[in-house]
């Protein structure tokens, strides 16, 4: 069984800066994609950012220059680095993975619990 657990999420002040946590635990054998992905209270869940295990990384464009993602591939971990935020960052942050479990097992996508994040003065 594969686990994700976030952490990091919090209440900042706007302009302020977070760092989120995301550990990969269980059966895993490989861990092709990692990212975050957010959901604000009546709104769509979106694209934050992903990171592939080679280092290559995609970001939405409302965090384009303001946020960070890196990965440990030895910690199975990844992390988001979010600077100059503003009170619209304010959502559920989800980390998510794409992952064989097996050598014969196909990717599969798994979500974390989510961790909030409040923006606000």
């Known amino acids: 069984q594969v686990q994700l657990v976030e952490s990091g999420g919090g209440l900042v002040q706007p302009g302020g800066s977070l760092r989120l946590s995301c550990a990969a635990s269980g059966s895993i054998f490989r861990i092709n994609v990692m990212g975050w992905y957010r959901q604000a209270p009546g709104k769509e869940r979106e694209l934050v950012a992903t990171?592939?295990?080679?280092?290559?990384?995609t970001y939405g464009n409302s965090v384009k220059g303001r946020f960070t993602i890196s990965r440990d591939n030895a910690k199975n971990t990844v992390y988001l680095q979010m600077n100059s935020l503003k009170p619209e960052d304010t959502a559920v942050y989800f980390c998510?993975?794409?992952?064989?479990?097996?050598?014969?097992?196909?990717?599969?996508?798994?979500w974390g619990q989510g961790t909030q994040v409040t923006v606000s003065s």
């Open positions: 990171v592939t295990r080679g280092d290559s990384t």
């Open positions: 998510n993975a794409l992952m064989r479990v097996s050598f014969i097992s196909s990717p599969n996508d798994y």
